[in-house]
């Protein structure tokens, strides 16, 4: 089963993925979760949830 993660899963297109993926293994992380702009934290945030060869939205 392919694993996601959408970034930005409160916003408007974050919460249409969502809806959309339900019931597939996806993890949704908001603005107040993850700052996009620090590389660290989204490398850690990808390995923690998707590991490699999966998607990030």
């Not at 959408?6 to 603005?31: N, P």
């Not at 700052?35 to 990808?46: H, K, S």
């Amino acid at each position: 089963m392919t694993r996601w993660l959408v970034t930005g899963s409160a916003g408007l297109l974050g919460r249409d993925l969502m809806d959309t993926l339900h019931g597939e293994q996806v993890t949704g992380l908001t603005r107040a979760d993850l700052d996009i702009t620090d590389d660290a934290a989204c490398q850690a945030a990808v390995t923690a949830t998707v590991g490699a060869g999966d998607v990030v939205v």
